[in-house]
């Protein structure tokens, strides 16, 4: 199927066969080609794919067919003209500033974004005379007083790791077009199977491919998908100079992952909804955190905004650190890790890994207590998770 008919199939039908352009050998499978460089008919024809002026494949740092497949069946899925696949998400996250940014130009982000976003911004945009500002995710007014003349881009995460706070998307959208700025949303939590930031109003779409994409824990990659002006001319203008593209291999992973993308999330969202209403029903457990609950702060613009509430359930257990080491320590089959969007249930505990160097001071801020813990539910029976994750709540007393 030709991604140029894309528009006339829905999400199911795309996610399986949109972008695929079948070889001479009639394979049914997308195939993988593992090649750096590709072949010309005649020096004519090297100089004019060199010139631009005939479009093809030259070399795998530009384009390859394995990934431009996936780029174009994830460009499918989010409703986005073009779409670039890179080696990691924050090399899409890299390759967006890069790409969009200049010295002297001013980024608002949400405060609440993944670890390595921050040190990014605030290590190395800095260095190159970008500045940026945090905000708090959900307070509108926060964002409009934070905007300046010189302000390019607003980033954010919704929901946000690891509170699940939700951020209006339109709004934040409206809001950034009306101050001639461009509004990125990382929509690593719930994929474009449970929510399009496109369709919402954002310019740019970024992913850790990584985390639900591949969706079994196996392959590094990340994406940006936006318009032709912003993702196919300026992301890629710096993908291709500057080298962190996707490998062939990765992509055809991540092709196969999008294949089950809508099943996969429509089932981690049941297994973390039935999860967080038991977490929610435990005398040892304090509060949960998740939009698909009713007592969520914004559980209406959850529902509004995203088809399924995820997979991703944060709970605060009574008693601290302590407490909450003890629920992770007491567990066999949930694993220990920080990572996300496996088939496999993880579960970190947010306060001494992934926000240990944010400070303590700034945690409280952000509400990122000591007894917190985040689970990424997985596709395992939610009884067998329920009775793991009651072994060390038991033992709380
Ligand atoms: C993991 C993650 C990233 C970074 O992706 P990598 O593939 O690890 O480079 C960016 N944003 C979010 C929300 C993530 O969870």
């Known amino acids: 199927m030709d991604s140029d008919q894309s528009e006339d199939y829905r999400f199911e039908t795309l996610a399986v066969r949109a972008g695929q352009v079948r070889t001479g050998e009639g394979e049914h499978s997308e195939p993988i080609f593992p090649t750096s460089s590709f072949v010309f008919a005649s020096a004519a024809e090297a100089a004019a794919r060199f010139s631009g002026a005939v479009p093809g494949n030259i070399y795998s740092r530009f384009t390859n067919p394995t990934v431009r497949t996936f780029e174009r069946r994830l460009a499918a899925l989010e409703g986005g003209e073009c779409s670039v696949a890179t080696a990691s998400g924050?090399?899409?996250?890299?390759?967006?500033?890069?790409?969009?940014?200049?010295?002297?130009?001013?980024v608002v982000s949400s405060r609440s974004v993944f670890g390595s976003t921050t040190s990014l911004f605030n290590t190395y945009l800095q260095r190159f005379?970008?500045?940026v500002d945090y905000v708090a995710l959900t307070d509108p007014g926060a964002w409009e007083r934070a905007l300046?003349?010189?302000?390019?881009?607003?980033?954010?995460?919704?929901?946000?790791?690891p509170l699940t706070e939700v951020a209006d998307i339109a709004a934040l959208a409206d809001l950034a077009h009306r101050h001639g700025a461009l509004l990125a949303v990382d929509n690593c939590f719930c994929t474009p199977a449970l929510q399009r930031p496109l369709a919402l109003g954002a310019d740019l779409v970024i992913h850790s491919a990584t985390k639900y994409l591949d969706g079994q824990g196996r392959c590094m990659g990340g994406a940006v998908v936006g318009s032709q002006e912003l993702v196919g001319k300026e992301?890629?203008?710096?993908?291709?100079?500057?080298?962190?593209?996707?490998?062939?291999?990765?992509?055809?992973?991540?092709?196969?992952?999008?294949?089950?993308l809508a099943l996969r999330m429509r089932a981690h969202s049941a297994n973390a909804l039935d999860l967080a209403r038991w977490l929610e029903g435990h005398p040892r457990v304090h509060r949960v955190h998740y939009p698909g609950l009713a007592s969520h702060p914004q559980h209406e613009l959850a529902c509004r905004q995203q088809s399924a509430p995820g997979g991703i359930v944060?709970?605060?257990?009574?008693?601290?650190?302590?407490a909450a080491w003890t629920v992770v320590d007491r567990t066999r089959l949930v694993s220990i890790t920080a990572n996300l969007g496996d088939t496999k249930t993880t579960i970190t505990h947010p306060a001494s890994t992934t926000h240990a160097r944010v400070g303590a001071e700034a945690r409280a801020e952000a509400g990122i207590g000591d007894g917190?813990?985040?689970?990424?539910v997985g596709l395992e029976a939610v009884e067998d998770l329920e009775a793991d994750l009651d072994r060390g709540l038991a033992a709380l007393g």
């Open 90 to 106: 924050m090399a899409a996250i890299l390759s967006t500033c890069m790409g969009l940014l200049k010295a002297g130009d001013h």
């Open 129 to 131: 005379g970008v500045a």
């Open 148 to 161: 300046r003349p010189a302000t390019r881009l607003l980033f954010l995460e919704t929901p946000s790791n």
């Open 235 to 260: 992301v890629f203008g710096f993908l291709r100079t500057a080298g962190p593209s996707m490998s062939p291999f990765n992509a055809w992973v991540f092709l196969k992952g999008l294949e089950t």
């Open 314 to 322: 944060s709970f605060e257990v009574v008693g601290g650190q302590a």
């Open 372 to 376: 917190l813990l985040r689970l990424s």
